[in-house]
DNA sequence: CTGTTAGCGCATTCAA
DNA sequence: TTGAATGCGCTAACAG
């Protein structure tokens, strides 16, 4: 008589639980299979009652091996700041869940790194990567992770994977549209990293726009998508005249610039120029930074993002990328 | 003459390289071992040339069922607001990833939901939990992941498992100091959700140092941590007279009364009362929101977490836990 | 419907 | 130092 489950780490296995309910392993697997398969009511119900008495818990790993299914989804950013809201990744996180799988969160920055790290870790097994860090292409993203299964979220897709992503113009255009009703003649613009192929298409989308309503662009400010590179940009109005309106390609920064001109001009604000900020940050609900911002439904966004990992299939290779539109939100600054 | 390593998933596998190197499997395992095995340099080399050629990467999936490491480690929480600050999980995530382990994020509300999706997923084996989430004490969350090495940042900690927290006692009496210091003889408090233990004691650290100092605690609100539970506690204050000081358990409810109060009394601020919040959130450098505030080292926090993580060894079952000190940060609100 | 058998990819005995 | 054999915990293929 040897003990059930005990050989090191006191977890029951499936064995012990076919030993008990005296039946063969491959019956308890089926029987706690998820997926209907063939057991008879009387073993299933054995099956069920030993491994609850055991407190049984299949080991999803050693599942994995023959399965190839680990149910984990790599999300890969190279600052949690990039996922822009925490809205968007709480509930992305939420519905990740909700389909029976788990997060792996991966910062990765250059790569270089995630090749490193990658090689030790379990990352390169998930079933899907996220990705949101722009450190790498689809193709390198595919290869470095042991999946076909990628959705790319920063620019940088191909034909082969699905693609999720803001169509900025929409709202771009409708900003713009909205600064000229009012009257905007010209403008400044503030920038983020020149790196980032959606920064490049962004600053487009506003030059375009711009252009289209007959808005003069005159001048173009370098920042870094912080709230102290909006600062730091906003000096340049200090001393001369102050264009019509200044667009700037974050929340953040467009925050610095309004902290940065409330400095320079006190109680004179907000009628020196028009501001407007891009990614309608739950921050700008709150009364101290009411800027006019660009958003997405983040809902929809995620949603996207959840179907291609749950249906795979629906992605047919060469198909464009999904767009969410996105709209622009009026608010005390423009 | 079958191809090497093509049975469906078209990846190497440790047997494709012993093939290659024309040695057992059993050498090639011990050539790729991070520790040193005998394995002679002849060897060595034509395993590590085979490897290389294959592009071969070992699965830790395979490897963590011999091992029972998966160099994974779960960090635990209700809402993505529960690190408080970005800062804080961003470096945490960094660190991990330095120390050769992965991060399964793990967004848990309840107990019932918890067990639900831990039993399917590959959580419950992860080397390590890192646990914010109240939603359970350390012996539920051992028992839930398949681990003894929980770290406990929730406060439900017990003396089997090593907690990390930050000694708020501290701030929170050189807060009130400082606000006894500026005259301040009555006061009103902002609480969070009742529910959670650390905020039971934050609120008794208030108490005590209001009595200590002599300061009238006239008011207690509840809020919810949350921005827009602070605005509609702010309007208690405004019919009648105002306390001296208004105490916050967190910088986001502070930031409501803050903008409530600018409407109610417009041009008034900030001189009605003193504010004070909780967390020292990196917004409360913007000038918008210039609270005093009360926080800890982040990266002392994170490395002591982390310690626990490489080294379990150096917990001691029943040492008290690890305290984190606070300190007081004076702005323009205090 | 059931049990037996054979792997999944790897680490680890144990003889040699 | 080496390689053959065994097993980690589980699923899938096959006969019965």
Redesign the pocket.
């Known amino acids: 008589m040897s003990e059930p489950a005990d ?1 090191k ?1 006191g ?1 029951p ?3 012990d ?1 076919a030993a008990l309910a ?9 029987a ?2 998820p997926s209907p ?4 009511a ?3 119900e054995r099956v069920l009652r030993a491994a609850e008495a055991l407190g ?4 999803p790993l ?2 994995s ?3 190839k299914r680990v149910n984990l989804v790599a999300v890969v950013v190279n600052h949690i700041h990039d996922l822009s809201d925490l809205d968007l990744f709480d509930r992305l996180l939420g519905e990740i869940q909700a389909i029976g799988k788990q997060v792996l969160l991966l910062k990765v920055g250059s790569v270089d790194r995630a090749e490193a790290f990658l090689r030790e870790g379990v990352a390169h097994h998930v079933d899907a990567a996220l990705v949101w860090s722009d450190f790498a292409d689809a193709a390198t993203v595919r290869r470095m992770f042991r999946s076909d299964l990628v959705v790319m979220m920063n620019g940088r897709h191909d034909a082969l994977s699905p693609a999720v992503v803001p169509d900025e113009a929409v709202g771009i255009r409708e900003a713009v549209a909205h600064a000229a009703r009012q009257g905007v003649r010209s403008a400044a613009l503030v920038t983020g990293r020149a790196s980032s192929r959606i920064e490049d298409e962004r600053v487009a989308s506003y030059r375009a726009a711009l252009s289209a309503e007959g808005i003069v662009l005159e001048t173009v400010l370098q920042g870094d998508y912080s709230y102290a590179s909006g600062r730091a940009a906003a000096s340049a109005f200090q001393g001369g005249p102050t264009p019509d309106a200044v667009f700037c390609t974050s929340d953040a920064m467009a925050m610095g610039v309004l902290d940065a001109c409330r400095a320079f001009f006190p109680g004179d604000h907000p009628d020196r120029f028009r501001l407007y900020g891009f990614d309608n940050l739950s921050i700008t609900d709150h009364d101290a930074y009411p800027i006019s911002s660009i958003g997405f439904d983040k809902a929809r966004f995620v949603e996207h993002i959840v179907r291609f990992v749950v249906h795979p299939e629906t992605f047919v290779a060469g198909s464009p990328p999904v767009g969410v539109p996105t709209r622009f939100f009026p608010r005390a600054t423009g």
Chains 1, 2 share one sequence.
């Not at 049984?56 to 080991?59: A, D, G, I, K, S």
């Open positions: 050989d780490t977890r296995t499936l064995a639980v005296k039946v063969s392993r491959a019956v308890v697997s089926r706690l299979s398969r063939p057991v008879s009387d073993k299933r049984y818990r299949p080991n050693a599942q091996l023959t399965t």
